[in-house]
């Protein structure tokens, strides 16, 4: 069945028949923005995900930069090479012994000649440098999201904004020509707060895969849980900077609590909290299939009748 238009309709097209197209579009606009950025935000598929053996990797992936600095300083403190020093902070206390990670020799040399307060050391450009590297590595096994990907999570995020710009122009040229438009207003808030939604969301830290890495790496290393004491004479240096890199500072100060507390580890821990953003995982707008219930707008309220055929879509 053809549907005609009335000579009064705005565009030349029926508002309910705009409307239906309109909500069509909306709903695939937001299905699409949805589903493309889950695919960024998955990383690596299971196949190609390997388990996570570097603790400085981890500890990046589990709480940023500055973990991976106290992971460091955990793997130090158990070969004896830094100690805590007088008024808090941390000094070098041996020179470096080969078979350092990379990050490790980067912390002790910034130590190394005076103390250093732990939160202060991520503007080493060494120490800076070590933890890009390890970033890089997380990126390349898709754990984390490179910077172009971050970058695309979020213009995927603006998908809807084309929808909502048509809906606002027809809003207009329907109210002015004073055809009913409430249905068209529903819609319209429902996607504006969408829209609103996908902007604040931001792009997520870690992709699903470095979810999974992490939550098995966390399972894989259990023994190391800080309530359960466990001793880093068992476990060596790479056991201490894996428990901190996976458990936080509660672990360096289940291990070795006077060193934690003269080196203001906890201090260090909350610096870094305060001053870091949170990041979400996984897709910011995942919630947003809650848009399928835009009926709940359908009533056109107030005095947006939808008499004379307009169907409120302008």
């Known amino acids: 069945m053809r549907i005609l238009a009335a000579p009064g309709d705005t565009w030349g097209i029926p508002g309910t028949t705009f409307l239906i197209g309109y909500a069509v579009l909306a709903g695939v606009s937001i299905w699409l923005a949805v589903v493309l ?24 992936l589990a709480g940023g930069p500055l ?62 440098q070590a933890v ?19 970058v695309t999570y979020r213009f995927l995020g603006l998908l809807p904004a084309p929808v909502l710009m048509l809906g606002a122009v027809r809003f207009w040229d329907g109210a002015a020509a004073g055809k009913p438009v409430g249905y068209l207003t529903a819609l ?39 309530e359960l004491n466990p001793a880093w004479g068992a476990y060596g240096a790479v056991g201490a900077a894996m428990g901190v890199a996976l458990f936080g500072t509660a672990a360096l100060y289940a291990a070795d609590p006077a060193f934690a507390a003269e080196s203001e580890i906890r201090r260090a821990a909350a610096a870094g909290t305060s001053s870091s953003s949170s990041s979400g995982s996984g897709d910011s707008g995942s919630s947003c299939s809650s848009s399928s ?19 409120c879509g302008g």
């Open 37 to 60: 950025r889950r695919g960024i935000a998955r990383g690596a598929g299971p196949e190609t995900l390997l388990p996570v053996s570097d603790p400085f990797a981890l500890a990046l």
């Open 188 to 226: 319209l808030i429902v996607l504006t707060v969408i829209q609103i939604f996908f902007l604040l969301g931001g792009a997520p830290e870690k992709t699903k895969a470095g979810e999974t890495a992490l939550r098995d790496e966390i399972r894989r290393h259990d023994h190391l849980k800080p």
């Open 293 to 311: 219930s835009c009926s709940s707008g359908s009533s056109c309220g107030g005095g947006g009748g939808c008499g004379g055929g307009g169907g």
């Open 132 to 150: 890009d590297i390890v970033r890089k590595d997380l990126e390349q096994a898709g754990l984390v999201l490179t910077g172009p990907q971050r």
């Open 67 to 128: 973990q991976a600095v106290q992971s460091a300083i955990a793997g130090l403190r158990a070969r004896h090479l830094v100690t805590a020093a007088s008024g808090g902070g941390v000094a070098a206390s041996r020179p470096p012994i080969n078979g350092l990670h990379p990050l490790e020799n980067a912390v002790h040399r910034a130590i190394t000649g005076g103390r250093k307060h732990v939160w202060m050391l991520l503007a080493d450009q060494r120490v800076r």
